[in-house]
């Protein structure tokens, strides 16, 4: 009780009216100048500001015109193989010799193109509508590469023609070489099945890999092209590969979408 009385007697007193009263210590008022500045230039770089936004997606090298996969049109036993994988054939060159019942048959080409998969060989057993091979359609040996890329579909709406492309090849290792430069050229307007991106690549393994998360949209990309390169095409490192690429050549893409400001996360 004593010392409440005190207390009371203390806050009575005319003395302490005048005294002026301290809100912050200068330290205080230090900190809070620093973090109004440091939120003043937070909202500064959200709207003026700008964050890189990329989207990875995996692809393949070919020649932009497909493949095809050809079918025996006969049944019978296959004697001679006519062609060799990776030679580049003409419309109706001969690519087996099979014997029927009727005599030797020989199965040939329907259009011209590279020849990426012979699945018959000597002694191979053909029954009608069985796959001998897949073909990629080539209109000259000298035709440019170009990349697909298998993209999401939630996703491809943020990719936009002549968007800048980095792509990791499989023969060629991203540690040794760099990547290689690329552009997008177009962007497929629906999604693609697995049958579809199968008949497309001449394989249907190869769409059941790039369909295996949804179906996804095709996003062909362009190569840029270097003279002072082996392979033709420019590469984050100064030469690039010591080869030639090849088609149907496994790559993963990174596609550098638009610059976005930081203030846009927060709109609807």
């Known amino acids: 009780m004593q010392f409440r009385q005190q207390a009371l007697s203390k806050l009575q007193s005319a003395e302490d009216i005048d005294l ?5 210590r200068p330290q205080g008022w230090l900190a ?49 193989v006519l062609a060799q994988e990776g ?15 009727r005599g030797t048959t020989v199965v040939r ?22 796959n001998v091979a897949s073909v990629e359609r080539v209109g000259h040996s000298d035709d440019p590469l170009v990349a697909t890329l298998y993209i999401p579909a939630d996703r491809a709406a ?6 800048s492309v980095d792509l990791s090849v499989q023969s060629a290792p991203t540690q040794t070489y760099g990547v290689l ?23 249907e393994q190869l769409g059941e890999e790039f369909s295996k998360h949804g179906p996804p949209v095709a996003v062909q990309v362009r190569l840029q092209r270097s003279s002072g390169t082996r392979s033709g095409y420019r590469w ?24 976005q400001h930081p203030s846009d996360w927060l709109l609807p």
């Open 109 to 130: 080409t329907i259009a011209g193109g590279r020849l990426t998969t012979l699945t018959a060989s000597i002694g191979s057993v053909l029954t009608t509508g069985a």
């Open 236 to 259: 984050s490192s100064p030469e690039g590969p010591p080869f030639v690429l090849g088609s149907m050549t496994l790559t993963s893409g990174t596609v550098h979408l638009a610059d």
């Open 87 to 101: 030679s580049t054939l003409p419309a109706g060159a001969p690519l087996l010799k099979v014997r029927t019942t």
């Open 181 to 203: 430069r690329g552009e997008v050229r177009a962007v497929g307007r629906t999604a693609q099945s697995s049958q579809q991106i199968g008949s497309y690549l001449g394989s």
């Open 158 to 163: 943020s990719v936009r023609p002549g968007a």
């Open 32 to 80: 809070l100048a620093v973090t109004m500045a440091v939120m003043a230039g937070a909202a500064v770089w959200a709207v003026t500001g700008t964050v890189s936004n990329t989207l990875d997606a995996t692809g393949i090298l070919t020649h932009g015109q497909g493949s095809y996969v050809l079918q025996s049109p006969i049944a019978g036993q296959v004697t001679s």
């Open 20 to 24: 002026p009263v301290r809100y912050a």
